[in-house]
């Protein structure tokens, strides 16, 4: 099992986040992540026990995920019964990236469409170099929302069935690591228990 964080050391493995999914690490990168996010998953965890709404309980995670991959802003789209992505929590939108948006299919233009369709994470380094975004009206959105850089990945339940879209966004162009992918994912699994617990 390779190492999370560095992705080079196989010895000395241990694992974290048991609660909410599972990250590799050496012994080596151990003590970078330790407390600081030991201590995040912990403190999420009783938070989500205290949520009363679905809302809630993804804007939990959402602002958490933001502050350990540093993102800038982020979004979770849900699937509704017709297929289309809903956005169900958001922080740092405008009014206009909101409405633009709103309800998106597998054959829109951006990240989260892509990932939909793909079934896979999608990751744009900057937007105005991305063939998803170049010359469709979605670029100006971003640009206007001041978002850069973006990563979708894709949100499964127990069954394998996609339920929705984590999505975090940067303001400038920029790389975004194996590491913050895992950690998005890490916190995707975890909403994912909580949309079964509220949704039926
Ligand atoms: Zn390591």
């Known amino acids: 099992m390779l190492c999370d964080v560095c992705k080079r050391n196989r010895n000395g ?3 974290f986040g048991s609660a909410a999914g599972t990250l590799a690490v050496c012994r080596k990168c151990a003590p970078d992540i330790d407390q600081g996010l030991q201590q995040s998953l912990t403190e999420l965890s009783a938070r989500l026990s205290r949520c009363h709404s679905l809302t809630s309980v993804l804007m939990e995670i959402l602002e958490l995920a933001l502050r350990i991959t540093d993102a800038d802003k982020g979004n979770i789209q849900l699937l509704d019964a017709s297929g289309a992505l809903q956005i169900r929590a958001q922080t740092g939108f405008s009014t206009q990236f909101l409405e633009f948006f709103n309800r998106v299919a597998t054959d829109d233009d ?4 892509a ?5 896979t994470t999608i990751v ?5 170099r991305s063939p998803i975004f170049v010359g469709t ?14 990563q979708s990945t894709p949100m499964f339940d127990r069954a394998g069935s996609l339920v929705g879209i984590f999505s975090t966004q940067y303001a400038s162009p920029r790389k975004i690591s194996a590491y913050e992918l895992k950690l998005v994912d890490l916190l995707a699994r975890r909403a994912v228990e909580f949309i079964d617990e509220f949704q039926y």
């Open 137 to 150: 009206p979605a670029l100006a959105v971003m640009l206007n929302a001041g978002v850069r850089a973006v």
């Open 13 to 15: 493995i241990t694992w």
């Open 110 to 113: 951006s990240a989260c469409a």
């Open 124 to 128: 744009v380094e900057d937007v105005e």
């Open 115 to 119: 990932a939909l369709a793909q079934r």
